[in-house]
T-cell receptor, first 113, second 112 residues
Framework: GEDVEQSLFLSVREGDSSVINCTYT??????LYWYKQEPGAGLQLLTY?????DMKQDQRLTVLLNKKDKHLSLRIADTQTGDSAIYFC?????????????FGAGTRLAVHP | NAGVTQTPKFQVLKTGQSMTLQCAQD?????MYWYRQDPGMGLRLIYY???????DKGEVPNGYNVSRLNKREFSLRLESAAPSQTSVYFC???????????FGSGTQLSVL
């Protein structure tokens, strides 16, 4: 079945770049997502990438997609303390018109001074 | 803007009790979802409703039932709560394929 895997923890120094990695299993996934969850809150969409793209950049965020290896990464440049949160990778499951997502376990990013 | 509203925010149940988690969205979205979040396991899909009038099982449907009352509302019912259902529950909605999922703020449920 479908599965999404990501490392559970990442610690970085403020001002450095953070790279969060994710692997997925469904080669037919058309959309791949990064969601952010701050303490006590629901998830918010950070960015997404279509499967026919290799890279997407949005301000401090860069998403890289390697379809051959089914590997997705999120790079946050100039990481700030406000970036401390849990980051979830997700792939769209199925071909229906709805948007059923399969999520990874989440990577907790800790930013220290 | 309300977005996705879940009630209650917190609930404590005894084993065997029943309860219904309510969810409503005001974005005219067709699809709605219930997820549970457990430490180290991310979010797992319990049930979803692709459109009004339809519901389908997700990854972990056992012990739950859902009702898509109308386009706005999608409720999750625990008929006989078990300690294994202690979790944080999130409702979400989306406008269609590829569209962003909007999440509610969650319900923290403890079953003793």
């Amino acid at each position: 079945g479908e599965d999404v895997e990501q490392s559970l923890f990442l610690s970085v120094r403020e001002g450095d770049s953070s790279v969060i990695n994710c692997t997925y299993t469904d080669s037919s996934s058309t959309y791949l997502y990064w969601y952010k969850q701050e303490p006590g809150a629901g998830l918010q969409l950070l960015t997404y990438i279509f499967s026919n793209m290799d890279m997407k950049q949005d301000q401090r965020l860069t998403v890289l997609l390697n379809k051959k290896d089914k590997h997705l990464s999120l790079r946050i440049a100039d990481t700030q303390t406000g970036d401390s949160a849990i980051y979830f990778c997700a792939e769209k499951s199925g071909s229906g018109g709805y948007n059923k997502l399969i999520f990874g376990a989440g990577t907790r990013l800790a930013v220290h001074p | 803007n309300a977005g996705v509203t879940q009630t209650p925010k917190f609930q404590v149940l005894k084993t065997g009790q029943s309860m219904t988690l309510q969810c409503a969205q005001d974005m005219n979205h067709n699809s709605m979802y219930w997820y549970r979040q457990d430490p180290g396991m991310g979010l797992r899909l319990i049930y979803y409703s692709a459109s009004e009038g339809t519901t389908d099982k997700g990854e972990v449907p056992n012990g739950y039932n859902v009702s898509r009352l109308n386009k706005r509302e999608f409720s999750l019912r625990l008929e006989s709560a078990a300690p294994s259902q202690t979790s944080v529950y999130f409702c979400a909605s989306s406008g269609g394929q590829g569209k962003e999922l909007f999440f509610g703020s969650g319900t923290q449920l403890s079953v003793l």
